[in-house]
């Protein structure tokens, strides 16, 4: 078979962006854990020099990775005075933490990725999957730090008020299970925002649990929030008023019997909200950035999780909505539809 050369020197050159790419993931966890971007936003323009004196860091190292992050576009340069800067948007994206665009908490997974890499290739030859507690600690930070944005952005001012309902109950004061709750960030978005409301955040991880635990104390809010370790198809309590999951059903064995439970643990006209990635239900409508982004962690992450359980029905992280009526069908709800979306999650209303 003979490549076509211009089709060739086009793919080559696509591989090199890859690459590059994805050896600059690197410099970003070490610039997020190091504490670089924040410190270049208080500097606003800064030499290597300056960086060096804000962050007690070593110059040269610091103006090698300057340098690096000028050619990826996530800091811009002024070449002829060594000066760099985060723009507003590079600022958001890099160094707001709590800014509805912060993505800098993603490279962490991707971080994961690579280190258990050789422990997927061993579910790759055996099928019998990892658990996601056995992958490494900064898969559970940087899953916290990487949908919190959004969390904080929508779930209050838009998936909520979306639900039929549900708002004004949480307001009036109700009580909310939060499944498969990890650090506890959904959780606690929804304690700060309605008083009135009781929350217990659920995960079946043990070292997740303690870590919502202390954030919970951080926020002063553990008079409304409890966290608990237990799964999804046995965690207690009745009359849910609201059960949430939010980005972990597809990471489960058996979602159709945690949904069933869901819907056995809530109120008659209680409500499951159920918050997944973003997906099309066809392959063609998901090649796209954010397809593959999802696409590589359920390969890395999610089906490895789900396989490793009981029935490891491996949804995958991009099972899109019908896929997840059909969950929703066996497991006995009755009503079912999509309330809101963004390009990175959808929201989903179901009802006993």
């Given amino acids: 078979m003979t490549a076509d050369p211009d089709r060739l020197q086009a793919f080559v050159g696509k591989m090199a962006g890859d690459l590059g790419a994805a050896a600059s993931a690197a410099l970003v966890v070490l610039g997020d854990h190091l504490g670089l971007y924040k410190a270049l936003k208080r500097l606003g323009r800064a030499n290597s020099a300056m960086l060096a004196a804000e962050t007690g860091m070593n110059e040269r190292n610091l103006r090698e990775w300057l340098a690096a992050q000028a050619a990826s576009g996530y800091v811009d340069c002024d070449p002829k005075t060594g000066q760099f800067w985060l723009n507003d948007e590079q600022s958001m994206v890099f160094a707001d933490e709590d800014g509805p665009a912060f993505m800098a908490g993603g490279f962490d997974i991707i971080s994961a990725m690579f280190q258990d890499e050789q422990r997927v290739e061993e579910a790759f030859r055996t099928g019998k999957g990892m658990g996601w507690h056995e992958h490494a600690s900064c898969l559970f930070r940087g899953t916290e730090r990487f949908f919190r944005p959004g969390y904080n952005a929508n779930l209050v001012d838009a998936w909520i008020p979306a639900l039929d309902g549900v708002k004004a109950k949480l307001e009036a004061g109700t009580t909310v299970a939060d499944v498969g709750c990890g ?25 997740s649990i303690e870590r919502a635990r202390e954030a919970a104390r951080e926020q002063g809010l553990g008079d409304r929030v409890r966290f608990e370790t237990a799964s999804a198809k046995d965690f207690p309590g009745a009359g849910y008023g609201l059960v949430t999951i939010f980005d972990a ?24 909200m159920l918050v997944e990635p973003f997906a099309n239900d066809d392959l063609a409508g998901n090649l796209n950035p954010v397809g593959r982004i999802y696409y590589a962690a359920s390969t890395m992450i999610c089906t490895p999780a789900s396989m490793s359980q009981e029935v490891a029905l491996a949804l995958g992280a991009q099972a899109g909505e019908a896929r997840l009526k059909q969950v929703a069908d066996e497991a006995g709800y009755g009503q079912f539809r999509r309330a809101a979306e963004t390009p990175f999650n959808i929201v989903l209303e179901l009802r006993p």
Avoid: Q, W
């Fill in 249 to 272: 059903l597809h990471d489960m064995g058996d979602p159709v019997g945690a949904a069933r439970h869901i819907r056995e643990s809530l109120a008659p006209d209680g409500t499951f």
């Fill in 183 to 207: 650090h506890g960030a959904s959780t606690i978005v929804m304690a700060k925002a309605f008083p009135n409301s009781r929350f217990t955040g659920f995960d079946y991880h043990g070292a």
